[in-house]
């Protein structure tokens, strides 16, 4: 059995597909021949981010705002939390212009 400092990146991603399709935690490990531990712990990073997946990236398109403009609607929208899509629009767009 290995542990989770162990495992090589195949191994890594064998674990994070096979428990994303389903598998249980015994079978995962079984399946990569390691300890269920390690199981558990590469798959909890790699749900809260902290394994990098090139797999979970963006499609490459640009993003439709940036960081200053969601900011902003955060703003907005705590300002006005029953304001509907339209209002805030309108209300960036006044603000924007």
């Known amino acids: 059995m290995q542990k989770r400092s162990d495992l090589s990146d195949v191994q ?21 021949n390691c300890s269920r531990a390690a199981v558990v712990k590469v798959y909890r990073a790699w749900q809260y981010g902290t394994i990098q997946n090139q797999r979970r990236g963006t499609c490459g398109a640009p993003r439709a705002i940036d960081g ?30």
């Not at 064998?14 to 079978?27: C, D, L, P, V, Y």
């Not at 902003?72 to 960036?92: F, I």
Request: hydrophobic residues 35%; contains cysteine.
């Open 12 to 32: 890594k991603s064998m674990i994070i597909g096979f428990r994303a399709k389903g598998g249980s935690i015994s079978e995962t490990a079984n399946f990569v």
């Open 68 to 97: 200053r403009g969601e900011r902003r609607l955060r703003r907005c929208v705590r300002a006005n939390r029953r304001a509907t899509v339209e209002q805030l629009a309108e209300t960036l767009l006044r603000i924007h212009s």
